[in-house]
């Protein structure tokens, strides 16, 4: 399998490890040095807003907690589709931009976009498998309401 490929499956593979809630088959495809970040430009303050910034350990430690937070009824799917991929120089390290779609699906079975945004990775061979090094959300969609504590 080629390098991109890979980098397609691991980011396909982050994806849908989240819509299941499954946060530590989620956290087994981050390297040691993970770290996380929802963002969204805000217009009115002409800066970005940061909505979510943690290191591996601190996802860890939001996902023990995850149950003691009011959360949205439903489930969230993401679609994502990989745009580039581009390889550093002189390391194993790639920077990834995919376009990203959350929908939420209600109990009654409703569903409606919830946020649009871009993946902007970083990837690396660690150890002989490639991991997400890094994963910053930008978010063009502002409002994701209430009930929202997991990473997009």
Same mark, same amino acid.
């Given at each position: 399998m080629?390098?991109?490929?890979?980098?397609?499956?691991?980011?396909a593979?982050?994806?849908?490890?989240?819509?299941d809630?499954?946060f530590?088959?989620y956290?087994?495809?981050?390297?040691?040095?993970?770290?996380y970040r929802i963002?969204a430009?805000s217009?009115?303050?002409?800066?970005?807003?940061i909505?979510?910034?943690?290191d591996? #350990? +601190?996802?860890?430690g %939001?996902? !023990?907690?995850?149950?003691e937070h009011?959360? =949205?009824s439903?489930?969230?799917?993401?679609h $994502?589709?990989t745009?580039?991929?581009?390889?550093?120089?002189?390391t194993?390290a790639y920077?990834?931009?995919?376009?990203?779609?959350v929908?939420h699906t209600d109990l009654?079975?409703?569903?409606q976009?919830?946020?649009?945004?871009?993946?902007k990775?970083t990837?690396?061979?660690v #150890? +002989?498998?490639?991991? %997400?090094s !890094?994963r910053?959300?930008?978010?063009e969609t =502002?409002d994701l309401?209430?009930?929202?504590? $997991?990473p997009l």
């Open positions: 080629s390098d991109n490929e890979a980098i397609r499956m691991l980011i593979k982050s994806c849908l490890t989240l819509d809630g499954d530590s088959a956290l087994a495809l981050c390297a040691p040095d993970y770290a963002k430009w217009p009115e303050l002409r800066n970005d807003m909505w979510l910034e943690h591996r #350990d +601190g996802l860890a %939001l996902f !023990a907690t995850l149950p009011l959360q =949205r439903g489930r969230l799917s993401r $994502v589709s745009a580039t991929i581009e390889a550093r120089e002189n194993e920077d990834v931009v995919s376009s990203l779609i929908h009654d079975g409703r569903t976009t919830l946020a649009v945004g871009r993946y990775d990837v690396a061979w #150890d +002989g498998a490639i991991l %997400l !890094a910053e959300v930008a978010l =502002r309401g209430i009930g929202l504590h $997991v």
